[in-house]
């Protein structure tokens, strides 16, 4: 597997960003996250969006994180927010989070961010043990969906 760096409105983003919109759909039974991105919010030094590729070039996995500073959202200075981690039915349970996830955390610690932030929902228990099991806590609530009762808000000093 070979992760690289691209943005968030490479085709390839595109496709990954539009199944996972589509499984939120089907668990939620809504048109998927509504949360505002811009491919912007992931331009370094600012954010990064990262594609795992297998072995034949297809892309398998996904997620990014942006820059957040205290806003009236909740969030507080140096926080950097996970956003659209996603691994393809297929390829689940082989650790492609776990490794998407460590190398988002090294790029924003690199990128001098001191806390990584993120948002799931109830209807997603495998992304609750993933960042359970990585040293995620539950956290204030922030951002979009803060008044959502089925949002779960986590956090991890980086």
């Known amino acids: ?3 690289r760096r691209v943005s968030f409105d490479h085709p390839d983003a595109m496709k990954l960003n539009d199944q996972v ?9 809504d048109e998927g996250d509504a949360t505002p991105l811009a ?9 990064v969006y990262l594609i795992a590729y297998d072995e034949h070039g297809t ?23 996970i956003k ?5 039915d297929g390829m689940r349970g082989r650790g492609l989070a776990r490794r998407v996830l460590a ?7 690199t990128a ?5 932030v993120l948002e799931t929902g109830t209807k997603q228990p495998e992304a609750i043990a993933l960042y359970t099991s ?25």
């Not at 919109?21 to 039974?29: C, D, F, K, M, S």
């Not at 491919?39 to 954010?47: H, I, K, S, T």
């Not at 001098?112 to 990584?116: D, E, L, P, S, Y």
């Open 39 to 47: 491919a912007a919010d992931f331009d370094p030094p600012n954010g």
């Open 59 to 81: 892309p398998v996995a996904s997620g990014g994180w942006r820059a957040q500073d205290a806003n009236d959202e909740g969030n507080v200075d140096g926080d950097a927010e």
């Open 21 to 29: 919109q589509a499984e939120y759909a089907v668990r939620y039974g």
């Open 1 to 3: 597997m070979q992760i």
């Open 134 to 158: 990585s040293g995620y806590e539950p956290c204030a609530k922030f951002g979009y969906y803060r008044f959502h009762d089925a949002s779960r808000y986590f956090a991890k000093g980086l």
């Open 103 to 109: 190398a988002l955390e090294e790029d924003a610690r």
């Open 112 to 116: 001098g961010r001191i806390r990584m």
């Open 84 to 88: 659209r981690m996603y691994v393809i």
